[in-house]
């Protein structure tokens, strides 16, 4: 079975610079999560989504960061413009259903490491 | 504010020895809390414990949960130079999973 596929695997970009993470999730898992993980610290949630549907964005910082997943698959997330605090892994993680629950183990990509200088 | 808290942070072990990792929580809704490991990449997913009292074994890895006292301990006996990695617990609530900040773990030869 396919994992959860991300890409770019890295990024260096200046800051104000934007930058784009593609996600494709495992075949037939209609949740689909990005995780922010700085150094030294848990994954943070930033969005969730059910299908195309947004579930939980509260901690997404809508100033600077979106996310889209148009046709409930794959998904980008972009931030725009960078700042040097968002340096940091971002996991795309995707489940069965709602994640967690007896059967939907969530799985997470390998991440994609970005560094803003 | 929900939180869910790992200690120790870092732990330094030889090899052969056993260690406990504990994970406390305080959430609204519990659904379920699960244990990862994560070296260099991805968290790689170890053990979900819904119900107290319940032992989840693994090889030399395993885990319960008490939800009275809302934790739980990831005991690994034997360890392994392998077994070097962040152990991450996450709590599941809803449709909410709560990171901790994770125990890093080191087997030295």
């Known amino acids: 079975e396919a994992g959860v596929a991300q890409s770019p695997r890295y990024k260096i970009i200046e800051k104000r610079q934007s930058v784009a993470f593609w996600c494709n999730p495992i075949?037939?898992?209609?949740?689909l999560y990005w995780y922010q993980q700085i150094l030294g610290q848990g994954p943070k949630l930033l969005i969730q989504?059910?299908?195309?549907?947004?579930?939980?964005d509260s901690q997404l910082p809508k100033d600077r960061f979106s996310a889209e997943r148009l046709k409930g698959v794959d998904s980008t997330l972009k931030i725009q413009p960078a700042k040097l605090e968002d340096s940091a892994v971002y996991l795309c993680?995707?489940?069965?259903?709602?994640?967690?629950?007896?059967?939907?183990?969530?799985?997470f990509g390998e991440g994609s490491w970005l560094t803003v200088v | 504010e929900d939180k869910v808290v790992q200690s120790p942070l870092s732990l330094v072990v030889h090899e052969g020895d056993t260690v406990t990792l504990n994970c406390s929580y305080e959430v609204t809704n519990f659904r379920s809390l699960l244990w990862y490991k994560q070296e260099k990449k991805a968290p790689t997913f170890l053990f979900m414990l819904t119900s107290s009292g319940i032992e989840k074994k693994s090889g030399r890895l395993s885990s319960i949960l008490d939800k009275k006292e809302l934790f739980s301990i990831l005991n690994i006996t034997a360890t392994q130079t392998g077994d070097s990695a962040v152990y991450l617990c996450a709590v599941e609530e809803r449709e909410k999973l709560t990171f901790g900040t994770g125990t890093r773990l080191t087997i030295i030869p």
């Open positions: 989504f059910q299908n195309n549907g947004v579930v939980d």
């Open positions: 993680a995707s489940s069965l259903g709602l994640g967690g629950r007896s059967g939907n183990t969530i799985y």
């Open positions: 075949s037939g898992h209609a949740t």
